[in-house]
């Protein structure tokens, strides 16, 4: 069965880090890029992020600079180290693999003091 798992959300501080992980079951993973969305309380889903199968990452200039996006293929995972964070970046957090239209359950990233 083809599906996504998100992990590594919580809560932190204005100012913190959090890394998150996206794991995709079946095959092929390598050769598709894969995404990262998140969805504010009240708002639009948005993109985050997107990474080439070539590992090559787009980021929204919302969160250039802040946040990076890499992929480690031979564990079929996908990843988005979230740094220097903001109140702003609160939301539920999914990751997306557009080849495959599927999205991950998400995970809660919240940032608060």
């Known amino acids: 069965q083809v599906q996504l798992v998100e992990s590594g959300g919580g809560l932190v501080q204005p100012g913190g880090s959090l890394r998150l992980s996206c794991v995709a079951s079946g095959s092929d993973f390598s050769i598709y890029a894969m995404d990262w969305y998140r969805q504010a309380p009240g708002k639009q889903r948005e993109l985050v992020a997107t990474?080439?199968?070539?590992?090559?990452?787009y980021y929204v200039n919302s969160v250039k600079g802040r946040f990076t996006c890499s992929r480690d293929n031979a564990k079929n995972t996908v990843y988005l180290q979230m740094n220097s964070l903001k109140p702003e970046d609160t939301a539920v957090y999914y990751c997306?693999?557009?080849?495959?239209?599927?999205w991950g359950q998400g995970t809660q990233v919240t940032v608060s003091s």
């Open positions: 997306r693999w557009p080849g495959v239209g599927i």
């Open positions: 990474i080439s199968s070539a590992g090559s990452p």
